[in-house]
């Protein structure tokens, strides 16, 4: 693909890229998406899915509306396994997308930095959380999720990286990711699965 004959430019980079291409695509209901990255933060995948999962079941298995949501007791959405922040939090963000009208096909055609500027508003969700909806429901190819731990660890080991201070990490991880551009969302994909493999 693409993506990889411009990746492979980084030599350190690209022993990593050996696995099967990555495919980045648009998928709808954004609120929900959003919802299931704020269910997932600080849990392993596997105890996010399960939770999702519930989260689901409780609108018979279908993905609910913001409507739907906010209708949801919070003892309902507490019963799920949800602490009571993360029970706001979704709120918040089924308030927010019915409040100011947004809808996935605006989000698909704004700018990474104005989406960002836009869903950050919203109590509970950070800017890597906005990345992680950007990357992987939002069709965004060059996003760099620089306070990803995965990546960073990924990228300590692969670059061998040091650093006294996060703020300088960061820095030398934008600078090793500016050759990326315009496929850094890739980058990142190939980066999570080398560590997940083990290789960290």
């Known amino acids: ?34 919802m299931a990255s704020i269910i997932s933060q600080q849990l392993s995948t596997k105890v996010a899915a399960i939770i999702f999962a519930r989260f689901l079941a ?37 308030e927010f997308f019915l409040t100011h009208k947004i809808t996935d096909k605006q989000l698909y055609a704004m ?33 760099f999720a620089v306070d990803d731990l995965g990546i960073q660890q990924a990228m300590i080991r692969l670059y061998g990286i040091e650093s006294s201070t996060k703020k300088e990490l960061h820095t030398k991880m934008v600078a090793i990711s500016s050759k990326w551009t315009p496929f850094r969302s890739y980058a990142c994909l190939h980066l999570w699965q080398w560590k997940d493999q083990g290789a960290v």
């Open 1 to 34: 693909m693409e993506y990889k004959q411009h990746l492979k430019k980084d030599k350190k980079l690209a022993p990593v890229l050996v696995e099967a291409d990555h495919v980045i695509k648009k998928r709808k209901n954004t609120p929900v998406r959003l």
């Open 111 to 143: 700018e990474p930095e104005a989406i960002i500027e836009l869903l950050t508003q919203i109590k509970g969700v950070g800017k890597w959380t906005v990345e992680m909806l950007m990357l992987f429901s939002l069709g965004q190819e060059d996003v």
């Open 58 to 94: 409780l609108f018979d298995g279908k993905e609910p509306s913001c409507d739907q949501v906010l209708a949801c007791s919070n003892e309902s959405l507490r019963s799920i396994g949800l602490s009571q922040s993360k029970v706001h939090y979704i709120q918040n963000v089924a």
